[in-house]
């Protein structure tokens, strides 16, 4: 079954401590990418990755960081989280051409206080 | 800018019903246009993917329609079910450089009610 995983589902942090969001996909897809979910925005892209070693910045990237060390794995690390990084965020990921079905993952509830 | 608007906000409807969602875009240059499906809490699903050429894309009790000359597209439910109520995001593809660039809609919230 095509699965996009993101752990944690939820947590609950204190600004300043460090933490890292895992996303895994098991479809062998070269694009991932991260977004976040605020009320009423659309989901917006924080960091995207084209494939292993090759990542670039979306529209909101300021305060995060990814990797891409292995093609099925797109970990989202907020070195130091602020509140206003308390979001719901979305891995998702898909062969990268155009019109392919882009598969999310359940998502991530984040709350910094 | 690209933008994706969606309409409306949100909608009640009796179950067994028909209803429709509309999206309206300005997004540049376009390349394809998705319609998702997302319950509360969860990640969004694909419904259907259309491209340029494509007028009409069914999937089950969910079609969707294009018109690229005007930029809107609508998502057609046909005898809603409970399991329907959810948001249904319209996700405008744009090609740039070789990447494609994805402008969410906020969605509409749909509610059916027994």
């Known amino acids: 079954e095509a699965q996009v995983t993101q752990n944690p589902r939820y947590l609950i942090t204190v600004t300043g401590k460090k933490l890292t969001v895992t996303c895994s996909q098991n479809?062998?897809?070269?694009?991932m990418s991260w977004y976040r979910q605020d009320p009423g925005l659309g989901l917006r892209q924080i960091y995207y990755s084209m494939n292993v070693e090759v990542t670039d910045k979306g529209d909101v990237p300021e305060g995060y960081k990814v990797s891409r060390k292995e093609k099925r794995n797109f970990p989202l690390i907020l070195e130091s989280p602020s509140p206003n990084q308390t979001s719901l965020y979305f891995c998702?990921?898909?062969?990268?051409?155009?019109?392919?079905?882009?598969?999310f993952g359940e998502g991530s509830w984040l709350t910094v206080v | 800018k690209n933008q994706v608007e969606q309409s409306p906000q949100s909608l009640i409807i009796l179950e067994g019903k028909n209803c429709t969602l509309q999206c309206n875009y300005t997004v540049s240059p376009f390349s394809n246009l998705r319609w998702y499906k997302q319950d509360t809490g969860r990640g969004p699903v694909s419904l259907t993917i259309m491209t340029f050429s494509e007028n009409t894309k069914s999937n089950g009790r969910y079609t969707a329609t294009l018109d690229a000359d005007t930029k809107q597209s609508s998502l057609h439910i046909t005898a809603s079910q409970l399991s329907d109520s959810a948001s249904y995001i319209c996700?405008?593809?744009?090609?740039?450089?070789?990447?494609?660039?994805?402008?969410f809609g906020t969605g509409t919230r749909l509610t059916i009610i027994p």
């Open positions: 479809m062998n897809h070269e694009y």
């Open positions: 996700v405008v593809s744009a090609m740039r450089f070789g990447n494609e660039k994805l402008t």
């Open positions: 998702a990921s898909s062969s990268g051409a155009a019109g392919n079905t882009i598969y």
